[in-house]
């Protein structure tokens, strides 16, 4: 909620990647499925503005393992409709 106006059901972990971007300080990223069922999206402090993009539009990202993560995530809905 804090983060983007959402209230949600987190779900199960989808993915554990190691930042690599920054080899002086590495850390680990764990992505979780959710589901919104109530609230409007709005930026949190930490940023200017809220968005939605499609899958092949998506903007420069902030850190390289949010990319790997999103086209995983691609993949595993687009295999769900076939």
């Known amino acids: 909620m804090e983060e983007t106006g959402l209230d949600v059901e987190l779900g199960d972990v989808f993915d554990v990647q190691s930042n690599f971007h ?24 930490d940023v200017d503005r809220v968005e939605f ?23 595993l809905l687009l295999a769900r409709c076939v």
Not at 29 to 37: M, V
Not at 53 to 75: G, M, N
Request: glycine letters at 6%.
């Open 22 to 45: 920054d080899p002086e300080h590495q850390s680990v990223g764990i992505w979780f499925l959710a589901r919104s069922w109530a609230g409007t999206p709005r930026a949190g402090d």
């Open 53 to 75: 993009f499609s899958f092949d539009a998506l903007p420069d990202l902030a850190f390289p393992t949010d990319r790997i993560v999103l086209e995983k995530l691609a993949r």
